[in-house]
Each structure stands twice: as structure tokens, then as C-alpha cells.
């Protein structure tokens, strides 16, 4: 069995898909990040960058437990493990790394700053809203020359690129103000023909739905938590005020 701990973010439902595009059973475990239980002893045991996803493998290799942490650990593990959705060697595999690195060092990142200067910052950082969309709207630019050119982020073929890639898709879709614009008008991704036939593939996948939905069970459970958090609990997930190093 497989133990998922998280919330309601785009890395975590990236294992909830990889886990149903797999097959494999799961349990999950909510953390709530807002109440510190990301720095308590026995997670940072686990999971050393105390953040969530964290995934605990009961059959691991040689059959002992496993904890891995970091959300593009996880799928490369999942992959190795089941022999799935990454290309066991050569060209075909070393793209799919590649941007599956792209997911992890760009879009990720970057697509968390813009959220957290549209949604969370005090006012006056104008100039940090500007420079992150535009950062992501670069992004959006490489995602959609890539994906004018191949059906899928790594190859032809569906991969752990695309499984990291789709969740940040639908979540800036849905929240960065220059998308829902756009989304009014009929279509969030209409500025980006490629990306957007790419992202609608692949929210057509039956097991991409269920790890939508499960990993948005932790959604209430974080909404209970956001609204129970006191200014020193935003001060500590944040690193700011008297936690800022």
C-alpha cells in the first residue's frame, strides 16, 4: 500500500493522477500546512524540505517502506517502479526528463510566485505581479512551441512530463487574473491553440479525472484550516515577520 500525505496544490494532484494512471492503491493523509504539522518531527523525518507531497511506499525496494519526497521524485520513482509512463532509455527518455524538468524548475516555481503575489502579498508589489506574468506567459510561450510540434510534452507518447505539467495548467486556468479574462471570453488557453488542445487531451483521461477529484478531497479540509490560520500561522508558512531568515 501506498500512503500520500498533502493538500489541495498542484503537486499533489500530479501523484493522486500518476498513482491512477497506474493502478496502484493509495491512501491519503491530509496535512495542514497552515497548523505547522509540515515541521513537525516525525514529517521532517520524511520529508527533510518539510512541503507536501510525501509519498510512503509499504513495498519499496527489497519489500521495506519508502518515504520520497519532492514531487518529480515521486513520479520518477512511480515510473521506475511499475515501468510506466517514462521511456526506459535513450533520445525518447531524456526528453521526457528534460521537461519534466521544465515542470519542476519553471513552471512550478513561477507559476507559485505569481500566485503568491496575486493572492497572498500586501499591496504595493506591482512590480512582482509584472515581473511573474510575465514570466508565465513566457512559459506558456515554450509550452506552446513544444507542443505545436510533438502531440506530447516528452514525445508522442503520454508521460510523467505531462502527468507534472497538466495540474499547474488547470490551476493557473482558474486563478491568474490575465486567464480568467480570458476564460470569460470563451477560453482561458485561446491564446495558446497548442497548449490548449494538449490540455483538454488529457483532462479527457479517465484516470486523470479520478486523481482530480482525489486529490481535491483534502480541498475542505484546507479550506477548514485557511480560515482557522491566525497571522502568525500565515507569518510561518510564508517564512515572514518573525520567521523570516
Do not use: C
Not at 519508502?66 to 520513482?77: D, K, R, T
Request: charged letters at 20%; proline letters at 7%.
Amino acid at each position: 500500500m501506498i500512503d500520500v500525505y498533502g493538500m489541495s496544490s498542484p503537486n499533489v494532484v500530479k501523484i493522486t493522477i500518476m498513482l491512477e494512471e497506474l493502478g496502484l492503491p493509495y491512501r491519503q493523509h491530509h496535512v495542514n500546512v497552515f497548523a505547522g504539522d509540515q515541521h513537525a518531527p516525525e514529517f521532517l523525518r520524511l520529508s527533510p524540505n518539510n512541503k507536501v507531497p510525501l509519498l510512503v511506499d509499504e513495498d519499496g525496494p527489497g519489500g521495506g517502506k519508502l518515504p520520497v519526497f519532492e514531487s518529480g521524485a515521486i513520479l520518477l520513482y512511480l515510473a521506475e517502479k511499475t515501468g510506466k509512463l517514462l521511456p526506459p532509455a535513450g533520445v525518447e527518455r531524456t526528453t521526457v526528463l528534460e521537461w519534466l524538468m521544465v515542470q519542476i524548475a519553471s513552471v512550478g516555481p513561477m507559476f507559485g510566485q505569481l500566485v503568491h503575489f496575486t493572492r497572498y502579498a500586501p499591496q504595493g508589489n506591482e512590480y512582482s505581479v509584472q515581473r511573474y506574468t510575465s514570466e508565465v506567459r513566457r512559459i506558456f510561450g515554450v509550452l506552446e512551441r513544444r507542443l505545436t510540434a510533438s502531440p506530447y510534452l516528452g514525445s508522442a507518447a503520454y508521460s510523467i512530463a505531462d502527468v507534472a505539467t497538466w495540474p499547474w495548467i488547470r490551476t493557473a486556468s482558474g486563478i491568474y487574473p490575465f486567464l480568467t479574462a480570458a476564460a470569460e471570453r470563451g477560453d482561458a488557453l485561446g491564446e495558446w491553440p497548442a497548449l490548449g488542445r494538449w490540455f483538454r487531451l488529457i483532462g479527457e483521461r479517465p484516470a486523470v479525472q479520478r486523481g482530480v477529484a482525489n486529490g481535491e478531497r483534502f480541498l475542505d479540509r484546507d479550506r477548514a484550516a485557511f480560515g482557522a490560520a491566525d497571522p502568525d500561522a500565515f507569518d510561518r508558512f510564508f517564512n515572514r515577520g518573525k520567521y523570516q531568515r
